[in-house]
T-cell receptor, first 115, second 110 residues
């Protein structure tokens, strides 16, 4: 079956712009989480959605937001982009809300470069 | 979730077993131990998880000590494609986020 699909794979944006990233989870998976990965900070949790509700949020400014649709697809949005937002953004999906017992399946990520 | 501690790096020869240790001395009774790996610029890949019993799948074996304060991921016959960063993580039911540390960089040499 198809894995977690993230689009686009690569993106270049200018400081001050906004960006929307998309994630399609594995069919049947209702939990979607987002992570940011940078060389300096490593993998950091952004937020998690389950049944269209944000269930958990990491320590990121309000410029980072997300949502989940009724078909479990999710989007994350970053407004007023800063150079430090350049990162690999990863989406993970799971059958259960906690991921425990099933594990999370990650997509290949969206590489965002802010210039 | 319990904090995990892993060595920074290790290497092993191709075809030999790679034993990757992880310390999670503050783990609570309902926390699972998960292992993921990340090959350069790809998303993390689930390897295996366990609660208290040893586990084995087609990729690896997970050995958890009786007191659950540490575990070892075993790749029985390492190949060059196993070169990656390996993350040991604990998850409880109350918190769905994965807290990644720096992981251990495994280098498999020919």
């Amino acid at each position: 079956k198809a894995g977690v699909t993230q689009t686009p794979r690569y993106l270049i944006k200018t400081r001050g712009q906004q960006v929307t990233l998309s994630c399609s989870p594995i069919s049947g998976h209702r939990s979607v989480s987002w992570y940011q990965q940078t060389p300096g900070q490593g993998l950091q949790f952004l937020f998690e959605y389950f049944s269209e509700t944000q269930r958990n949020k990491g320590n990121f400014p309000g410029r980072f937001s997300g949502r989940q649709f009724s078909n479990s697809r999710s989007e994350m949005n970053v407004s007023t982009l800063e150079l430090g937002d350049s990162a690999l953004y990863l989406c993970a999906s799971s059958l259960s809300r906690t991921g425990r017992g099933y594990g999370y399946t990650f997509g290949s990520g969206t590489r965002l470069t802010v210039v | 979730d319990a904090k995990t501690t892993q060595p920074t790096s290790m290497d092993c020869a191709e075809g030999r077993a790679a034993n990757l240790p992880c310390n999670h001395s503050t783990i609570s009774g309902n926390e699972y131990v998960y292992w993921y790996r990340q090959i350069h610029s790809q998303g993390p890949q689930y390897i295996i998880h366990g609660l208290k019993n040893n586990e084995t799948n087609e990729m690896a074996s997970l050995i958890i000590t009786e007191d659950r304060k540490s575990s070892t991921l075993i790749l029985p016959h390492a190949t060059l494609r196993d070169t990656a960063v390996y993350y040991c993580i604990t998850i409880t039911g109350a918190n769905s986020k994965l807290t990644f540390g720096k992981g251990i960089t495994l280098s498999v040499r020919p």
